[in-house]
């Protein structure tokens, strides 16, 4: 891959001055080879080889980081979903999450995604325990991630899953009360989940992976704002697509390189680059601010789902011209509270939860990181999650929802869920209740989109 001077002092000038950074390398390993009935023998076989590929990790990224000037913000780990490789009961999914836990603070691991099921067409036993272990999960330990496909275009919505796991959402605010519930910001809910995403806490290491693959995740906000302060507003929107794709370009090649140095000397695969616009509550790195600079006055006003559209096509067309190995999520996050000009929005009553809804439509994920009333009923959340895994599911994509209720407080308050998760307003949520449809139960038959050839 050749690079120009005139692209590296570019490169250079996005790191310095509009927050260009490598967000996430993730590691995905498979624990398949270490499946066993007695939970001890699991837990060694797993530590042993989860050593292996980790412990190296965090030295090499600091190397890269310092030989190529490029800021890496977390280093994490996504193992096989742990329901595939492991059938217990709620007291040994505990244990388990306190056993990698501990091994992911000795690696030096950021996070560990992975504690995960697929459910979209029913659950066992044990997954139904997992589920159950949830808010205890997320509560006791500082790394562990978790995440639940409960529906796909090909198989419909399972309504039951979406219920019980809404109501473990409930425990774990309860458990982590003293800090707004931020427990359930580890809890991802999936329609249609990628298998080679490698942010958290959504991340997990696919059936269909290597044994052991390093995907990375880029993210250019400040980078996007950056370019469309400096052409100003008399572009069209065609002109301005392309000027978005050529950034999503270069901040590709640049991924992409690193992620394959990273590799290379881990001696393991590379697998993808994930070069989603994540934001950061920190000024100048908004994905809402971009949005305004393209022409709404602010986020959620009339014109931002199709602002947001444009945007999220053109970022990845960028990025599959500049690497075949584009993958993950690829496109724009909208997490409320992470993203400071998007919270503020929310304050200032110009973007509602239904007109998130709205723009999830088109954008990579989903309702993210939103901060709910305390008293939000499960049935309520469910219905909220339901509503979300319908968009995927009908339009054959990606969508998710990381849903906290914040215990004690109403709408229109502040939730506090410092650093990367920053701080969110409470948004308001429709009184009327959906009770009586989710305690039907049940599967939400897939759509006739599932019959695609």
Same mark, same amino acid.
């Given at each position: 891959?050749f690079?120009?001077p005139?692209?590296i002092?570019e490169?250079?000038r996005m790191?310095?001055?509009?927050?260009?950074?490598?967000?996430?390398?993730?590691?995905g390993?498979?624990?398949?080879?270490?499946?066993d009935?007695?939970?001890?023998?699991?837990i060694?076989?797993?530590?042993?080889?989860?050593?292996?590929?980790?412990?190296?990790?965090?030295?090499?990224?600091?190397e890269?980081?310092?030989?190529?000037g490029?800021?890496?913000?977390n280093?994490?780990l996504?193992?096989?979903?742990?329901?595939?490789v492991?059938?217990?009961?709620?007291?040994d999914?505990?244990?388990?999450?306190?056993?990698?836990?501990?091994?992911?603070?000795?690696?030096?691991?950021?996070?560990l995604?992975?504690?995960s099921?697929?459910?979209?067409?029913?659950m066992?036993q044990s997954?139904?325990?997992?589920?159950?272990?949830?808010?205890?999960?997320?509560?006791?330990n500082q790394?562990?991630?978790?995440?639940?496909?409960?529906?796909?275009?090909?198989?419909?919505?399972?309504?039951?899953?979406?219920?019980?796991?809404?109501?473990?959402?409930?425990?774990?605010?309860?458990l982590?009360?003293?800090?707004?519930?931020?427990?359930?910001a580890?809890?991802?809910?999936?329609?249609?989940?990628?298998?080679?995403?490698?942010?958290?806490?959504?991340?997990?290491h696919?059936?269909?992976?290597?044994?052991?693959?390093?995907? #990375?995740? *880029? $993210?250019g906000?400040?980078?996007?704002?950056? =370019?469309? !302060?400096?052409?100003?507003?008399? @572009?069209?929107?065609? /002109?301005?697509s392309?000027?978005?794709?050529?950034?999503?370009f270069?901040?590709?090649?640049?991924?992409?390189?690193?992620?394959?140095?990273?590799?290379?000397?881990?001696g393991?695969?590379?697998?993808?680059v994930?070069?989603s616009?994540?934001?950061?509550?920190?000024?100048?790195?908004s994905v809402?601010?971009?949005?305004?600079?393209?022409?709404?006055?602010?986020?959620?006003?009339?014109?931002?789902?199709?602002?947001?559209?444009?945007?999220?096509?053109?970022?990845?067309?960028?990025?599959?011209?500049?690497?075949s190995?584009?993958g993950?999520l690829?496109?724009?996050? #909208?997490? *409320? $509270?992470?993203?400071k000009m998007?919270?503020? =929005?929310? !304050?200032?009553?110009a973007?509602? @939860?239904?007109?998130? /809804?709205a723009?999830?439509?088109?954008?990579?994920?989903?309702?993210?990181?939103?901060a709910?009333?305390?008293?939000?009923?499960?049935e309520?959340i469910?219905?909220?999650?339901?509503?979300?895994m319908?968009i995927g599911?009908?339009?054959?994509?990606?969508?998710?929802?990381?849903?906290?209720?914040v215990?004690?407080?109403?709408?229109?308050?502040?939730?506090e869920f410092?650093?990367?998760?920053?701080?969110?307003p409470?948004?308001?949520?429709?009184?009327?209740?959906?009770q009586?449809?989710?305690?039907?139960?049940?599967?939400i038959?897939?759509?006739?989109t599932?019959?695609?050839?």
């Amino acid at each position: 891959m050749f690079i120009s001077p005139e692209e590296i002092l570019e490169t250079i000038r996005m790191i310095q001055l509009e927050k260009l950074d490598i967000r996430t390398v993730t590691i995905g390993i498979s624990l398949v080879d270490c499946t066993d009935s007695s939970r001890a023998k699991f837990i060694k076989k797993s530590r042993e080889k989860i050593f292996r590929f980790g412990k190296k990790f965090k030295t090499n990224l600091l190397e890269l980081e310092k030989e190529f000037g490029l800021p890496i913000v977390n280093a994490r780990l996504a193992i096989t979903p742990i329901s595939l490789v492991f059938a217990g009961d709620e007291g040994d999914y505990r244990a388990i999450a306190r056993d990698f836990d501990q091994l992911a603070a000795e690696l030096q691991i950021d996070f560990l995604g992975g504690f995960s099921a697929l459910v979209q067409k029913g659950m066992t036993q044990s997954e139904k325990s997992l589920i159950k272990a949830l808010p205890y999960i997320l509560s006791e330990n500082q790394t562990i991630c978790s995440s639940f496909n409960v529906a796909s275009t090909r198989s419909g919505i399972n309504v039951d899953a979406v219920y019980l796991i809404s109501k473990k959402i409930k425990e774990a605010a309860s458990l982590s009360k003293e800090h707004d519930g931020i427990a359930c910001a580890k809890l991802v809910v999936f329609a249609n989940a990628p298998e080679d995403n490698p942010f958290m806490a959504g991340a997990f290491h696919g059936v269909g992976e290597a044994d052991a693959v390093l995907n #990375i995740g *880029v $993210s250019g906000p400040g980078v996007v704002r950056a =370019a469309l !302060e400096k052409v100003g507003s008399d @572009l069209s929107l065609n /002109e301005l697509s392309e000027e978005i794709k050529k950034l999503a370009f270069k901040v590709t090649r640049m991924g992409e390189l690193i992620g394959r140095e990273a590799a290379k000397r881990l001696g393991i695969a590379f697998g993808v680059v994930d070069l989603s616009l994540a934001p950061t509550p920190f000024p100048g790195d908004s994905v809402a601010e971009i949005l305004e600079l393209i022409g709404v006055e602010k986020m959620g006003a009339p014109g931002s789902t199709a602002a947001l559209m444009m945007l999220v096509d053109a970022v990845k067309k960028g990025g599959l011209m500049a690497s075949s190995r584009v993958g993950g999520l690829s496109g724009a996050f #909208i997490p *409320v $509270s992470e993203d400071k000009m998007t919270a503020e =929005a929310v !304050e200032a009553g110009a973007l509602s @939860l239904e007109k998130l /809804e709205a723009m999830t439509s088109v954008c990579s994920v989903g309702l993210d990181m939103i901060a709910l009333p305390g008293d939000t009923s499960a049935e309520t959340i469910a219905g909220i999650i339901l509503d979300e895994m319908a968009i995927g599911v009908v339009n054959n994509k990606t969508t998710a929802c990381r849903l906290i209720p914040v215990p004690g407080k109403k709408a229109g308050e502040w939730a506090e869920f410092g650093g990367l998760l920053g701080k969110s307003p409470i948004i308001k949520v429709n009184s009327f209740s959906c009770q009586n449809f989710v305690k039907r139960g049940g599967i939400i038959p897939a759509t006739l989109t599932s019959l695609r050839g």
